[in-house]
């Protein structure tokens, strides 16, 4: 299988703080391909990198044929994302938000239209386009998320933790979405979750990291076997000890833990 | 250019949909020109200066201009903190494109805001001369881009808006008090003197002032070279620093 996505030696440091620590994989073309991790693990970081957010220390990655930190643009074409926290602005409606991806992507005005039903009619929002997205609750904004992703027809969907806080129903939809895409589109689609459930039935393969290493990566029979477990969740806590990880809060988290401060500007 | 226009829409839209944001803009400048413009009069008329309403109204212009520039700048740490920064940033744009379409946005509110107190003043009885209002307009503009650029500047270089209060404190009012918006530059103690020249808004009142009234105290032609200077180094250094930002 052709490779879309090719990390090798990737590290990155944060003063001395090691947060990757030489990492090399592989996705395939058309994978669905979990990345799984406890809380700090490096994942985000990972995430970051790959997607030209944040400079790597040293090592290499290919996008697509493209090399991230050389190639940024043609980097950026080739991938769509939903980041962990949401990134909307609320107050513009769904359809001003897609249109506002649609131009900074540069896709021609009459597929862009043409587009934006196709996809928003998917996510099942199109008769919600000329909402302000602060109406939405938050399994629509992260359906909306998920179309406006896809909007310029990227071969990659990075997806981090897309389900997070949504309930039974919007994830079990947002789950139909994915597949979809990867069955009638080809799409690879790499994501983060905490939910174990999710990578042993949706994921092609798995890669568990910890402590800025990949400790193992291979398709769910192969994981189960090195580790001698039954589950997904056991071969994890086999591979990741049962102790808490506590995580220092970014920046947004330290911010949403003072309520009073939203209203303020925003 | 698609993409500095599509940036600079989302800003007009935000403003023109938080009505409250518009209108609580505008409180402080008119208490400025009401409270001030016709408290302080009487004795400005004595002590010989003319008529303080006069003086006073395109310094409460400019003031105006100010606030809105810088808000709309500070306003990248909101965008840093609730993900819509990240939506731009890894899209195929140059951060230059994204940095002059945030700033041409912000500048366009600022100088709407700015127009909106003209119009008051007029209202409560400023009559300017018209005859310069072309000029007027581009030091509005001038001000309005360098002040929202000077804005997003501190933005790229703050965490979180834990250092919001700092900035509202120890840069724009004192950007305020220390212009020429108050009060004359003449015969200030000579501490105050060195101190408002190298303010920038100092060359951004005398020049609206200037414009409108034909009282100038470093002359158009000064004003408006230096105000050109600063806002092409302001961003430059706050295209600079915007591009340094990672997430």
């Given amino acids: 299988m052709e490779n879309i996505i090719a990390v090798a030696d990737l590290v990155k440091k944060f003063q001395s703080f090691v947060a990757v620590n030489a990492i090399t994989f592989q996705v395939g073309k058309g994978e669905i391909f979990a990345f799984l991790g406890p809380n700090g693990a490096g994942k985000t970081t990972t995430i970051k990198m790959l997607t030209t957010l944040l400079q790597p220390t040293s090592g290499t990655i290919t996008i697509n044929n493209f090399d991230v930190v050389r190639e940024k643009d043609n980097v950026r074409k080739s991938f769509g994302i939903v980041f962990q926290d949401p990134s909307l602005e609320d107050e513009l409606t769904a359809e001003e938000n897609m249109e506002f991806h649609g131009v900074l992507y540069n896709v021609p005005k009459h597929i862009r239209k043409q587009r934006i039903k196709e996809l928003l009619t998917f996510v099942e929002l199109w008769d919600r386009k000329n909402s302000l997205v602060k109406t939405f609750s938050g399994g629509m904004k992260r359906r909306l998320e998920i179309a406006r992703g896809l909007l310029h027809h990227p071969k990659i969907f990075f997806l981090d933790e897309p389900t997070l806080g949504l309930d039974p129903q919007t994830r079990n939809h947002i789950w139909s979405y994915i597949k979809n895409l990867r069955d009638k589109e080809g799409i690879t689609i790499f994501f983060t979750t905490h939910y174990m459930e999710e990578a042993q039935e949706m994921a092609d393969r798995i890669a568990i990291m910890d402590h800025g290493k990949i400790m193992t990566i291979g398709t769910l029979p192969e994981l189960l076997q090195a580790t001698k477990t039954k589950s997904l969740e056991k071969a994890f806590l086999h591979l990741t000890g049962n102790e808490i990880r506590d995580e220092y809060a970014s920046a947004s988290e330290r911010l949403k833990a003072r309520p009073f401060m939203r209203g303020r500007m925003g | ?247």
């Fill in chain 2, 1 to 247: 250019m698609n993409a500095i226009y599509i940036l600079w829409l989302r800003e007009l839209k935000r403003y023109f949909r938080s009505r409250a944001r518009m209108i609580g803009s505008l409180g402080q400048p008119v208490l400025f020109l009401l409270a001030l413009g016709f408290g302080l009069g009487p004795v400005f008329q004595r002590a010989g200066q003319g008529n303080y309403f006069q003086f006073l109204a395109p310094g409460v212009m400019a003031m105006g201009i100010l606030f809105t520039a810088i808000f709309a700048g500070i306003q990248v740490i909101w965008d840093k903190q609730f993900g819509f920064l990240k939506e731009t940033l890894v899209a195929p744009v140059s951060r230059l494109n994204i940095m002059l379409g945030k700033t041409l946005g912000g500048a366009t509110i600022a100088f709407i805001q700015g127009t909106v107190v003209f119009i008051l003043a007029i209202i409560f009885g400023f009559r300017p001369d018209l005859t310069l209002l072309p000029l007027t307009l581009l030091f509005m503009l001038i001000i309005a881009i360098f002040f929202t650029a000077l804005g997003i500047s501190v933005a790229s270089m703050l965490e979180d808006i834990s250092g919001f209060q700092l900035i509202m404190n120890f840069l724009v009012q004192p950007l305020f008090f220390l212009s020429g918006a108050l009060y004359p530059l003449t015969n200030l103690p000579s501490v105050l003197t060195t101190i408002t020249s190298i303010d920038p808004l100092t060359y951004g009142v005398d020049g609206i002032r200037g414009s409108l009234t034909h009282t100038t105290h470093f002359g158009l032609g000064t004003d408006l070279g230096v105000l050109i200077i600063l806002m092409f180094v302001v961003l430059s250094i706050g295209s600079y620093l915007f591009s340094k930002i990672e997430m």
